[in-house]
C-alpha cells in the first residue's frame, strides 16, 4: 500500500561538439542536458575502454555504497529507432510509455522481482518522472543526465539518482550503436539483489479477470512522431509489441510480450522546460483522476484510474467501484493524451 493508500541524477573540438549536438538532434534528446562524462556522446576514457556488447554482465563488481536493493530500479530507456532493439526490458515489473519532445518517446523499465546482466540504452530524465516514482520509498533511478535546470529538482527528489557521472563502474558504451545510443547500465552494481515484489507499491492489484469486457485483439497509442500497437497473442497469452510499426523484440531476438496494457488517459501539458531547439518537455500529469482501458486476455476494459496524491499508488476500478485485476506477468503503461 502507498501512503494510506498504497498496494505498493573537456569537450576536444569545435567539430565533435557539433557531430554530438546534430547526433542528440536526431535522437530527440535534450540539448541542454547537464555537461558531464557522457554528453559528448562518446563517454569517458573509462567507458570507452570498457566498451562491450549489450548483454554483457559482468555484475561480480559490488554496489555502490548506500544503494541497499531494498527499494525498485527504474531506468529511463532510450526509445529512438536507433535506439532498439532494447536490452533488458523483457526483465522488467512494469515498463511506462511517455511523450517527450518532438512528439518522440521515451520508456521508464521498472525492476523489482528480477534484476538482469545489463539495461538499455540509458537514456536522460524528464520532470515527470519525478511524479510517477513518488509512489515507490526511496527508489533508485537510473538515467544518462538531464537538462540543467531540471537536475536542482532531481537532486532534492526522495530517489536515489545514480548516473555514469557519479557512478564509478555500473555503466559502460556498448558497441552495436552510435552514441548516443549505446549507453548500458549493470542493475548488479547498483543493487545486490531484487527487492521482491512488495516494493511495487502501484496500487496494481492482480488475480481473476474482471467480469464483461469486449473483444479487443489489437490496440494502437500513437503520439504525434512515435506509436504502440499491442496484439493479442492466444498462443502465448501475451500481447506482442510493436514500436512505430515494426516488431518490438530485445537484443536477444526475443519479442517484447507484457500480460497486461493500460492505456492510461492523462493530462499531457507543456512544462517549464525546453531542448536546444526551442521544443517544449510534455509534463504528464499522472496524479488525478480519469479513465483508462486494460488488455488482458484478449479483451479490453474501459476503467476509472485514480491516484490521490504522488506518494499514492494508482487504482483501476470498473463502474461500480470494483478493483481491476491484472493478470500475472509483466505490465506497460501507455501515458496517452486525455
Known amino acids: 500500500m502507498g501512503r494510506g493508500a498504497r498496494t505498493r541524477r573537456a569537450t576536444t573540438t569545435a567539430a565533435l561538439l557539433t557531430v554530438a ?10 540539448g541542454t542536458d547537464r555537461p558531464g562524462p557522457v554528453d559528448d556522446g562518446r563517454g569517458t576514457e573509462s ?26 530500479l527504474a531506468v529511463k530507456i532510450d526509445n529512438a529507432r536507433a535506439a532498439r532493439p532494447h536490452t533488458g526490458t523483457d526483465s522488467a515489473d512494469i515498463v511506462y510509455a511517455e511523450q517527450v519532445e518532438g512528439g518522440l518517446s521515451r520508456l521508464m523499465a521498472v525492476y523489482a522481482t528480477k534484476l538482469p546482466k545489463a539495461v538499455g540504452p540509458v ?76 516494493a511495487l507499491t502501484t496500487g496494481f492489484t492482480y488475480g481473476k479477470a474482471p467480469s464483461g469486457g469486449t473483444k479487443d485483439t489489437s490496440e494502437t497509442v500513437r503520439y504525434p512522431a512515435a506509436s504502440f500497437t499491442f496484439s ?78 504522488a506518494t499514492d499508488g494508482t487504482t483501476f476500478t470498473t463502474a461500480d467501484g470494483a478493483p481491476v485485476n491484472f493478470a500475472e506477468g509483466q505490465v506497460w503503461v501507455v501515458f496517452a493524451k486525455a
Open 21 to 30: 549536438l546534430a547526433v542528440s538532434v536526431v535522437a530527440g534528446c535534450t
Open 123 to 198: 537514456r536522460s530524465a524528464r520532470e515527470s518522472d519525478l511524479e510517477l516514482l513518488r509512489q515507490f520509498d526511496n527508489p533508485t533511478l537510473a538515467f544518462s543526465g538531464a537538462q540543467g535546470k531540471l537536475m536542482p529538482l532531481i537532486d532534492k527528489a526522495p530517489l536515489n539518482p545514480q548516473t555514469p557521472e557519479t557512478t564509478s563502474g555500473a555503466y559502460y558504451r556498448g558497441t552495436g550503436k552510435p552514441a548516443p545510443h549505446n549507453l548500458y547500465l549493470r542493475p548488479h552494481r547498483l543493487a545486490p539483489t531484487a527487492p521482491g515484489a512488495d
Open 232 to 309: 493479442w497473442s492466444p498462443s502465448r497469452g501475451r500481447y506482442l509489441v510493436s514500436m512505430d510499426g515494426t516488431p518490438a523484440v530485445t537484443t536477444t531476438g526475443k519479442r517484447l510480450a507484457p500480460a497486461t496494457v493500460v492505456v492510461q488517459y492523462v493530462k499531457i501539458r507543456k512544462s517549464d522546460f525546453h531542448d536546444f531547439l526551442g521544443n517544449n518537455t510534455p509534463y504528464t500529469e499522472t496524479v488525478g483522476s480519469g479513465t483508462a482501458k486494460v488488455l488482458r486476455g484478449g479483451k479490453a476494459y474501459d476503467v476509472d484510474w485514480e491516484r490521490a496524491t
Open 47 to 72: 567507458d570507452r575502454s570498457r566498451s562491450a556488447s549489450p548483454d554483457q554482465g559482468e555484475d561480480q563488481w559490488p554496489p555502490q555504497s548506500g544503494l541497499t536493493g531494498e527499494s525498485v
